[in-house]
């Protein structure tokens, strides 16, 4: 029998299947459409009777992923105005159950909690009610317009976990134990999550996958981009004129000016902050405002911001092979290419020696993605622990290296999600088939632990004792890998 909850704004039904109860489309806020859709996100509207809820809700207005990249990344493109929405999954008889909330990723700019890699039904098979959220993405969520409040994309993140705060003890949640969690975009979220103070005290734990905590410009730079979009669009850069356009029109444009900043990544056009916290593949993300972001999140972090939350966090090995490989950029490198991009990009010195040493029989590419992913991702994360155990807080670290056979792709980014989710057969193409269902059991179970005692199973990092989970065919602990290669960027 289906069952039925009370939420803010009136009930809704789910569905039920292997004793796991399934709530999709949930508003947690009221639609963010017309001049509201660069307004702050504002209280649900009830509705009469009882709500349907077994069918995901719409997606935030955003294009499909380009060629080549959309045949290993699926795509969650539904219209709607309710796109501020939430999925729960819960245990038939949970009570007082502790909470995963998931923040999903997509550089800002794409992403939907309705993918199928993030079904949370293995959560709730293994005793935790798992809420997965959505966000304006994009302009909407980021662009700096006057007249519009900035990080709205982060205000409708911190209204979901006040609505999780609300309404997850009738799932069978407990509000007082929730850990929130996120890959790239989302990691990034989780960080400045984790420094911002409208959020202290909505959850007690937190995962970063793939994310740092210097994801975030200054305001003028960001002004920058904004009106390089508004130039796109022929309008002003204020929320008046923008929200009098049509959604899809605004992706589009947004869409071409980022295109347009990584062909030409002059920092007087879009600003130095936004090329660098960007990863020069952003260009639509949080800024420091002195209200959401006071300050960079690392900083805050530093000074003791979330020194009371536990903190799990890690990389793929390969992060930078999805960027690379697919698009043909790492094949086109040669040597000679590759000393280029040193140079341009400031690499430290040694860079490429060192890395070449450590990959017998690697090409410039393998060389190139082995720096970038050190230099976009694993320094940020090594960055976020170390800022974490300064301020006192715990800190539990891990890498996967397994690497997948599709497209060459290796432990690039996002291959982590199917294993988290313990979702390999549900819409995570780049894990292949060939995927080991025993890996996604442990690096699943270790989530779930972490959010049952904050512990998930090995012991913590500190600066001192670098111990790395390293989830693989044979996983294992490791102490302080590659730390030659890390130490170049000190």
């Known amino acids: 029998m289906d069952r039925v909850v009370r939420v803010t704004g009136g009930l809704v039904s789910g569905s039920s299947r292997d004793g796991v109860d399934a709530f999709l489309g949930i508003p947690f806020a009221a639609p963010a459409v017309g001049a509201d859709r660069y307004r702050a996100p504002r209280p649900v509207l009830p509705w009469d009777g009882t709500r349907d809820a077994t069918v995901s809700g719409p997606s935030a207005a955003q294009s499909p992923y380009l060629p080549p990249i959309d045949a290993v990344l699926p795509s969650s493109v539904s219209p709607g105005d309710d796109y501020l929405n939430v999925n729960v999954w819960a245990p038939a008889d949970a009570d007082g159950l502790p909470v995963m909330v998931w923040i999903h990723g997509g550089a800002f700019v794409r992403g939907a909690n309705s993918l199928s890699v993030y079904d949370g039904s293995a959560f709730a098979r293994d005793g935790v009610v798992l809420v997965s959220v959505n966000y304006r993405l994009g302009a909407p969520g980021f662009a700096v317009l006057d007249g519009a409040p900035t990080n709205l994309g982060l205000r409708d993140q911190i209204a979901a976990l006040e609505w999780v705060r609300d309404n997850v003890a009738a799932f069978g949640g407990n509000p007082d134990d929730v850990t929130v969690f996120g890959e790239s975009a989302g990691g990034m979220s989780v960080a400045t999550l984790m420094a911002a103070p409208p959020a202290r005290g909505l959850f007690h734990r937190a995962a970063v996958q793939s994310g740092g905590a210097t994801a975030v410009c200054e305001q003028e730079d960001a002004r920058r981009v904004s009106a390089q979009l508004a130039a796109h669009l022929g309008v002003s850069p204020t929320a008046e004129a923008f929200a009098g356009l049509d959604p899809d029109v605004v992706t589009q444009a947004q ?112 060389i190139a993605c082995a720096v970038l992913t050190d230099a976009g991702f694993r320094l940020p994360a090594t960055e976020l622990a170390t800022a974490q155990t300064a301020a006192g807080g715990s800190v539990y670290a891990y890498e996967l290296a397994w690497r997948t056979p599709v497209a060459d792709l290796g432990a690039c980014h996002g291959l982590d999600l199917g294993f988290v989710f313990d979702s390999l057969g549900a819409g995570a193409p780049m894990a292949g088939e060939t995927a080991p269902a025993e890996l996604a059991t442990q690096m699943h179970d270790a989530w779930v632990r972490f959010a049952v005692d904050g512990t998930p199973g090995w012991r913590p990092w500190t600066p001192d004792d670098r111990a790395v989970m390293t989830f693989d065919t044979a996983s294992h602990l490791a102490q302080a890998p590659r730390a030659d290669e890390l130490a170049l960027w000190s």
């Not at 920092?267 to 020069?280: A, D, E, H, I, Y």
């Not at 490198?333 to 020696?353: C, H, K």
């Open 255 to 366: 869409t071409a000016v980022g295109l347009a900043m990584q062909a030409d990544p002059d920092p007087q056009r879009w600003g130095p902050t936004v090329l660098r916290s960007g990863l020069g593949i952003m260009s639509l993300f949080p800024v420091i405002d002195g209200d959401i972001v006071p300050d960079v999140p690392l900083a805050r972090i530093a000074d003791g911001a979330a020194s009371q939350v536990p903190l799990l966090i890690g990389t793929t090995r390969e992060e930078f092979r999805l960027f690379l490989v697919p698009t043909g950029g790492a094949g086109a490198l040669t040597s000679d290419s590759l000393s280029a991009m040193a140079i341009r990009y400031g690499w430290p010195a040694r860079a490429i020696e060192t890395y070449a040493a450590n990959r017998s029989g690697s090409t410039p590419g393998d």
